[in-house]
C-alpha cells in the first residue's frame, strides 16, 4: 500500500474500516499514513512529539480497537485487486516475533528451546505470525489474504510424545488450515495456489485442499515412497 504525506493512500485502503467511532478511524488513517512514511521507525520517532505518541499507544490499548476489522478492509481490496489476474500465489510462512529483551512483557510465549555449554535452558519470548500473501505470477504484492498472531501455549517435555494423537484442531499447524479457509473469498473465476514450506507437509492440508478444491504447492518433508504396497516392501519403489 502506498501512502502519500496527506494519508490519501491509508484512507484510500482503510477508509471503510467501522472502529464504533469516526475519532478511532481518522487516528488509524492517521497512524498508518505517518508510519507508511517510516516503516522502521519506533513510534516516538515516526511522531516526533510525545502528545502524538500517547495517541499512538492509547490507540493500541483501546479494547475497542478490533485489528480483525482493520485487516477485513484490507483484505477486501487485495481481493479486487487479485480477482483480475488469471492464477494467483498465496504465499503462506510463519515469522517469529523475539523480545528476548522485553522482560516485563505479558502474554508472550516460547519460541525456541536451546542447550548450549554455557546455558543450560534458553527461552526466547515472544510472538508467532502466520501471513498469507497473494502475489501474482509476475511477482506483484496485491496485500495480505490473512494474517494472525499468537503466542505459542508452553507444553511439558512429558506432553510433547502424545501431541502426535491430538486432533488438528489442537495442534499449532493447523494455523496452515486457517489462512487457506480465509483466503477462499479470493478464489472464483481467479486460479489461487497456495505455497508453504515443508512445515505445512501434514495430510490434513491435502484434505482440506480437495475439499476446497484449493490447490497447494507444499514442499515435502522427505523423500517419500509413492508406489509403496507394504510396510515391507523394498524394490521397486517410486520416490516423491
Avoid at 35 to 51: H, K, R, T
Avoid at 78 to 102: C, E, G, I, K, N
Avoid at 130 to 135: E, N, T
Wanted: glycine share 6%; aromatic share 6%; charged share 25%.
Amino acid at each position: 500500500m502506498q501512502t502519500s504525506g496527506n494519508g490519501d493512500g491509508a484512507r484510500r485502503e482503510l477508509g471503510s474500516v467501522d472502529l464504533g467511532d469516526p475519532r478511532r478511524t481518522a487516528r488509524l488513517l492517521k497512524l498508518c499514513g505517518r508510519l507508511s512514511e517510516m516503516p522502521e521507525s519506533a513510534l516516538n520517532q515516526a511522531w516526533g512529539e510525545w502528545a502524538e505518541t500517547k495517541a499512538a499507544y492509547r490507540f493500541f490499548h483501546n479494547e475497542k480497537v478490533e485489528g480483525r476489522k482493520i485487516l477485513a478492509a484490507h483484505q477486501a481490496n487485495t481481493f479486487a485487486r487479485a480477482r483480475p489476474h488469471r492464477t494467483m500465489l498465496a504465499l503462506q510462512d510463519t515469522s517469529y516475533l523475539v523480545y528476548t529483551s522485553h522482560r516485563q512483557t505479558t502474554g508472550l510465549g516460547k519460541l525456541s528451546f536451546k542447550k548450549g555449554k554455557r546455558v543450560k535452558k534458553i527461552h526466547s519470548p515472544g510472538l508467532l505470525m502466520q501471513s498469507g500473501l497473494a502475489v501474482t505470477t509476475d511477482g506483484l504484492p496485491p496485500g495480505l489474504l490473512e494474517q494472525k498472531i499468537f503466542a505459542r501455549e508452553s507444553v511439558a517435555q512429558d506432553q510433547t510424545k502424545h501431541r502426535n494423537v491430538l486432533p488438528i484442531e489442537e495442534k499449532e499447524s493447523s494455523r496452515w488450515l486457517a489462512a487457506l479457509k480465509n483466503s477462499k473469498p479470493v478464489r472464483g473465476n481467479t486460479p489461487l495456489v497456495t505455497v508453504c514450506d515443508r512445515e505445512a507437509d501434514i495430510d490434513e492440508l491435502f484434505q482440506l485442499s480437495a475439499a476446497l478444491a484449493a490447490p497447494v504447492l507444499v514442499r515435502a518433508t522427505y523423500d517419500r515412497p509413492l508406489n509403496k504396497r507394504s510396510m515391507y516392501a523394498e524394490k521397486d519403489i517410486m520416490k516423491l
